[in-house]
């Protein structure tokens, strides 16, 4: 049985209950929210229809002292009052609705309307004492309009609270039933689970933390629903390949710590000779050889902190436009002068710009023509040549050496990686080289590419795009 059809029978039948709750809870919440909003609309127009009175209490008292002192800032006080009264009866009628509703908020208004002339008239009469009195009733007619108003209101405040009561129960009774429906799936889906996965799981686990622990042989038990088994595959698989680099390490670290004694031997030599009387002629020669001892070591510390610093991503390039022919030119008159091989060169006639940091691109193509000298007998031909391909300038190195056998030949630019054919052998050099040399490649925007055969040598191909303004114009589509 696969797991993913135990998952998907499982979820299938979980999420269909949890759609149908949802949907369920989604319109009972959607009318707890209608409910909610019509209660706070009610109680909203409960607190402006009070406002209202309020103000309108506040208006006849300052009319009322306003009549007896006769105060001209009461005047003003009792304005602002009544512009208070309008602007908070609008904010009643932004929370009325009902038909019922609408009409004591008409006839409130009307009232008001009625009151306030008549405070006017007060302020024009002859008799303001007799006009007064008249004012009374206008005023306890509105207030009795702006009480039943709130009245209503409040009445159906209460219905909607019992309402949204009843509703929240019917809600809970709902995600109630839902809960345990979703736990008997859950529970049942696990003991389904746990017979199918979890135990194979538990003993993949307990391999991966004996692997952790240290035990290098651990292996997980291929057993259980079929993604179980890859997953346990898959740790077995990469076990083994952790144990394969282990050794390759060891073998590096091996190999590093031969490569960086050789030099040691002479060196100490040198040095037991130095107290002793020598020639002249002697001397120079352990000068020189000191010299090419320490620049051994130098080049192989080289490539060491290179391959660091390019794996932690600090590799900087300066770019700028150079002709690759002058580059070659230069890597080839800088290894003719060993006089050890014989360096051919070639290239085309004209210049052919690439973007690129000179000095790196030196430093690969140097690599190249080092590796070439380094793995074909003295006095053999290595060829250097430039070419234009498309949008690119191809470099090429060319030796007649040993060869790099078929199955190493998608390996060599790993770090740290030397074939057979130099294992044990007296050649300088830790495995990094290569490594470096693609990732400079690499970050110009170019390729490294490499045919070989075994006893008849190698040729490596490094391809950089040319200059953005020596790239052919793409073709036109008409």
């Known amino acids: 049985m696969r797991l993913q059809h135990v998952f998907a029978g499982t979820v299938l039948g979980l999420v269909t209950v949890a759609l149908v709750a949802a949907g369920a809870l989604a319109l009972l919440t959607a009318s707890l929210h209608k409910l909610v909003e019509d209660l706070g609309t009610h109680t909203e127009a409960i607190r402006a229809a009070d406002e209202v009175e309020t103000q309108l209490l506040l208006h006849n008292r300052l009319a009322t002292r306003e009549l007896v002192t006769g105060e001209p800032e009461l005047r003003r006080l009792r304005a602002a009052s009544q512009l208070a009264v309008w602007r908070e009866l609008e904010e009643v009628e932004a929370f009325v609705g009902s038909p019922e509703e609408q009409a004591l908020l008409a006839s409130a208004r009307a009232r008001l309307a009625r009151y306030f002339q008549a405070w006017d008239e007060v302020d024009r009469a002859a008799d303001p004492l007799e006009a007064y009195r008249r004012k009374g009733p206008h005023l306890e007619e509105a207030q009795a309009e702006l009480h039943a108003l709130a009245e209503l209101n409040v009445v159906e405040a209460r219905q909607a609270q019992r309402e949204a009561r009843r509703r ?254 130099v294992r044990g052998a007296a050649i300088p050099g830790v495995g990094l080289g290569l490594c470096v040399a693609r990732r400079i490649v690499e970050a110009h925007g170019g390729r490294i590419e490499v045919e070989s055969a075994r006893g008849l040598g190698s040729t490596f191909r490094v391809r950089l795009p040319l200059a953005a303004a020596h790239r052919p114009a793409p073709a036109l589509v008409g």
């Open 168 to 421: 929240d129960e019917a809600a809970d009774a709902l995600a109630t039933a839902a809960v345990l429906v979703l736990l008997l799936g859950a529970g049942a889906a696990t003991l389904l689970l746990r017979r199918q996965a979890l135990r194979p799981i538990l003993r993949v686990d307990a391999a991966i933390r004996r692997y952790g622990a240290g035990d290098r042989d651990a292996r997980a038990p291929e057993e259980g629903a079929s993604e179980v088994r890859e997953i346990a595959r898959t740790f077995n698989e990469m076990a083994a390949a952790l144990g394969r680099r282990r050794e390759e390490q060891l073998a590096f670290l091996g190999g590093v710590a031969h490569d960086l004694r050789n030099p040691l031997t002479p060196l100490k030599l040198a040095a037991s000779a130095a107290g002793a009387d020598v020639t002249p002629e002697r001397a120079r020669r352990t000068l020189g050889l000191v010299g090419r001892q320490v620049e051994r070591l130098e080049r192989m510390i080289g490539d060491l902190l290179e391959t660091a610093r390019i794996e932690a991503g600090h590799l900087e390039l300066r770019a700028a436009d150079h002709d690759a022919g002058a580059l070659l030119d230069d890597v080839a008159r800088l290894h003719a002068a060993a006089g050890t091989h014989e360096l051919v060169a070639s290239g085309p006639t004209g210049p052919l710009p690439v973007r690129c940091d000179a000095l790196r691109v030196e430093q690969v193509l140097n690599n190249l023509v080092s590796n070439a000298m380094k793995y074909s007998p003295p006095g053999s031909r290595v060829e250097l040549s430039l070419g234009r391909e498309g949008d690119e300038a191809v470099f090429a190195v060319r030796d007649h050496g040993v060869g790099i056998p078929p199955e190493e030949l998608g390996r060599i630019f790993e770090p740290f990686r030397r074939g057979a054919r």
